[in-house]
């Protein structure tokens, strides 16, 4: 009773109808096992089990999408719970045998998580170094341009970045996460790696800033090698030696953990924050001047205050001594006691003697006007001295001692400038870089970012217009500030005193050092973890504490090489290309995400617009090319390199990046283009269709087929391969998934570059012309069909009809007009990797349009055709003129630029051979006795006459079909030359014989009756010689009468297969002859007849077959009704 009432309650389920009045005696029986609530009454009509209150919710209420959740699809609270917590930071391994539970890292919110380290980062080496210098130089104007560019280029990629970052969770990597998921792997790749060299390149020149500061400012004394103020290269040599000494301390820091250097980061920030005040508390200090800092001026020329003493041209003085030298010189006709007599005489420098000195304050206040002179720019060349005036009397030294002056160390220009001043407006991806600590990474990253951006631009540029009107232009364009003691020139303004802008900027040019060593071996090591470049695999492996130590030796190796150029000068402008490149390709995934529309761009930040990353890129270019030319050329090329090397390895990743989308686009766009007509003859391509054959593994049959469509691929076509799979596409699906990725398998080995499509179909037949009618898109459709050859058709003729597919597969090519390609003997057609010698013959019988022609033409343009000449052969028949027609098709080839030789055929008029006459009339016979075998089988089954009717049930019992080959005493006094053999075949209601591979038969039941026996004689002709005369062939292929019953008694052959026959006879007796050698023959393939009885399609197949015996490598073409070859350019 259990199981009956579980099964009422099943039914009553499964028809969604509700058990109501459930009666208490069938119950009775159950209440042992069960304890049932409800009475069945009205009250309480369900009858329900108390252990359904045991149930989740989810099995109780949401049953109906039980099947779902066996699926493996999680439930919608646990994926909002996982979503809710996802943590975006590296995470470090933990010990599985540790009890202690994880401590979460506090959030952070707006303030300590983007808007500090983003001024941390910005605020640099360059505001405090070369700052004055880059105003000085550039003048107020150019000055203010350079800035504003500079920071435009960084407000604008901060709007972009806001978009991109608000657009989701950004993990570890950042930027390099930013570029990666919306452009590409290969562009996330390329520049990730170069923002990584950047990023290590910045590191390097804050180490060489801070010991510059070091070297010259805070400790001189600790100058090795000499003066570095009288000589550079002993200053570079310097930076060079305490740069690496440096690095070592930083690389060992940051080795131990970043725990001190994120402790050490707030008080960094404040020592540059008070530094900056102290500058502006100093400006206002000095409104009127100071009376503390003179510079010693020559005429219009700047002095070093080494050797300048008290600034006099009294003799004796300090200058007078440096510039004048005493020299004896000889008395013309004076003479003492027989000796010349010398006088000593004052040598001094032209320049020196002309001008006059005077001292001028270096700090001329606000008050004082210095702001209109300032206004110009004062761009010099190297070795050129600074002084007041541009005039070549002033800063040329024209080839005279330059003692003390002050002289330019670099050519300056507009576009020097730009690249010296723009790593000090870099470092706005610090917020990004920290999306996993923030307590609100999609508010936190816009408002902090561009609210340090905001802050930052104000200082730069004030400080252009205060430095400005404060500093004379002359102690600016000092960049070492040896006309002042060789004291930091910005540090002159600092109140109280000059220590707290030297400690301030060392401070702020180490720490911002150590933030890019922090974050540098981070991004490698995000890179090398997508498995983007090999050969940084390596790089990919934490510590056990969880730092990428790997990534950090890698990063000191190359930041020790920045170090080693030991100028701050030349490293400025090599990582501003690389910064320059990341942001250019920041707002062009911003600009192409939101041209693209796509659904998945829905950013939280709104203050966004196309056009404003468009011209962020744009800029983004410019400065590049404006910084050095060639710096950025050699950034690009780089980035290309890294491109096409991630683009060559394979870059298996789809992150729904935008170049997928743009290439969607731009395929749509020209889709639609392509569906407003045909191509034009000259842009006229094989698109290959190729319809392989799956063996019971799913795997290609004939991959030779994929091999013939690789090699005509040298036209750059569209190619798709298809395959059958004969079922239920609801009961085949894994199997299509399965062959489709075989498929695809094979086209990569045969390095066919296209598509697989594997269609599942209850009837090959119909699925084949499915797949010829469907595949494709628009314009962009296959126009050419490869199609093996069914090799075992005459064995198939009464199984599964292989010769029908392939008629039916002929004529709905050629019904929707596309060309098709036979090759016979597919299994020795050369492999990819192969090199053929020799001919390829084109037999032109009737013209399709010139394919016939440009498939050969196109083989040879691979490399295993290469070697291979192309031979013409065209029939002419006893009207045509053979020698005119030779030259017109010589002329014709060299119009459309085919190389070939060409050669004409005669073929006369012949009688019909006996040979031909006896092949029809065999064919025939066969054709008419497997006829009469399927009307005895319906006879038998029973069933009406109606065609549809009678074959479904041959279909449903063809195992009652059995065939036996018989070669004894059929045909009496049968010749050995001659293979004729009969088959009989024999059906019984119930039973028949079955015949084993070997032949033998299997005994069949005891109540088997054998009747309907009918004799079909089949002959298997071997191809005959290439030229017999018909006596000859009449001999060899005549068999001997046979007795034959009325029944069996042979009718005459129908004129138009004898006919057929012939010219398939001709036909091969001369390709045969002339062709024999060749490695390839390729010939039109006849139309096949459009009546679809069975004895049409069988003789087309044996017409083929004569047509192509003795051939090993065979392709028959058919055109697809338009022409395809021009002479025409």
Sequence with gaps: METADEDILAAALEHGTTVLHANASTMTNSDSCHDWTGDGHEEQPFVTDKKENDLSGYERNLYLYHEETEEGRPRVATLVSSLANYSATVQAPTDPDSTDKPKSSPKLGTLAGVYFPCMQNIFGVILFIRMTWIIGTAGVIQGFCIITM??????????????????????????????????????????????????????????VGGIEILVNYIAPQIALFGDPAKDPEVLYNNLRLYGTALLFIMGVVVYIGVKPVSKAAPLVLLCVILSIISIYVGIGLNWNGSDKLWMCLLGNRLLSQEHSGNCTKEEGSAL?????????????????????????????????????????????????????????????????????????????????????????DISTSFTLLVGIYFPSVTGIMAGCNRSGDLADAQRSIPIGTICAILTTSFVYISAVFLFGASFDGLLMRDKFGTSVGGSLVVANLAWPNEWVILIGSFMATTGAGLQSLISAPRLLYAISKDNLVPMLNPFSVLSASGEPTRALMLTLAICQFGVLLGNVDILAPLLSMFFLMLYGFINLACALQTLLRTPNWRPRFKYYHWSLSFIGASLCVAVMFMSSWLYALIAIALATIIYKYIEYRGAEKEWGDGISGLALSAARFSLLRLEEGPPHIKNWRPQILTLCKMNAYHTPKQR??????????????????????????????????????????????????????????KDVGQGIVHLIQTTGLGGLKPNTVIFGWPN?????????????????????????????????????????????YGHIDVWWVVHDGGLLMLLPFLLRQHRTWRHCKMRLFTVAQLEDNSIQMKKDLKTSLYNLRIDAEVEVVEMMDSDISAYTYERTLVMEQRNQMLKEMQLNKRESSGVSAEVGEVQAVVDQHRHNVKVRFQDETAVQHQPEAESVKEVKVEQSAESAAA??????????????????????????????????????????????????????????????????????????????????????VVLNLPSPPKQTRQSGGSNYMEFLEVLTEGLDRVLMVKGCGREVVTIYS
């Design 150 to 207: 500079c920071c435009t280029c960084t407000m604008l990629t901060a709007i972009s970045m806001s978009a991109i970052a608000t657009n989701g969770v950004v993990p570890a990597g950042g930027p390099y996460f930013m570029i990666s998921r919306n452009l590409g792997p290969e562009f996330g790749g390329a520049i990730g790696l170069l923002f990584f060299i950047g990023t290590t390149f910045a590191a390097s020149m804050y180490i």
């Design 320 to 408: 007078w001594n440096l510039y004048c030298k005493y020299q004896d010189e000889l008395v013309e006709g004076v003479t003492t006691l027989g000796a010349n007599l010398t006088s000593r005489v004052v040598k001094c420098d032209p320049y020196f003697l002309s001008h006059n000195t005077s001292l001028v304050p270096g700090i001329r206040g606000l008050a004082s006007g210095v702001f209109i002179e300032n206004l110009g720019a004062w761009h010099l060349s190297d070795g050129q001295v600074v002084a007041r005036t541009m005039n070549p009397v002033d800063i040329e030294t024209l080839d005279q001692p330059t003692y003390n002056q002050v002289l330019a």
């Design 704 to 761: 030779k087929l994929l091999a013939l469509a690789s090699q005509l691929k040298a036209g750059k076509g569209l190619a798709v391969a298809s395959s059958i799979l004969q079922g239920d596409v609801a009961l085949c699906a894994e199997e299509a998934v399965t062959a489709k990725q075989n498929l695809r398998k094979a086209m990569d080995d045969e390095k066919v570059k296209g598509f697989a499509n594997v269609l599942v179909a």
């Design 792 to 836: 075992e058709w005459r064995q198939s003729m009464e199984e599964d009809r292989s010769w029908r597919v392939f008629v039916d597969a002929i004529h709905a090519t050629a019904a929707n007009k596309m060309a098709l390609v036979v090759p016979k003997g597919i299994a020795s057609f050369p492999e990819s990797n192969e090199k053929i």
């Design 995 to 1080: 015949v084993t591979p070997s032949g033998d038969a299997l005994p069949a039941s005891d109540n088997s009756a054998q009747k309907n026996a009918v004799v079909i004689p089949t002959v298997s002709v071997e191809a005959p010689p290439p030229s017999p005369t018909s006596s000859e062939r009449v001999e060899q292929q005549r068999p001997t009468p046979v007795a034959k019953s009325k029944k069996e008694t042979l009718q005459e052959p129908d004129a138009d297969n004898v006919r057929r026959m012939h010219t398939a006879v001709k036909l091969n007796e001369v390709i045969v002859q002339r062709s024999h050698d060749a490695q390839l």
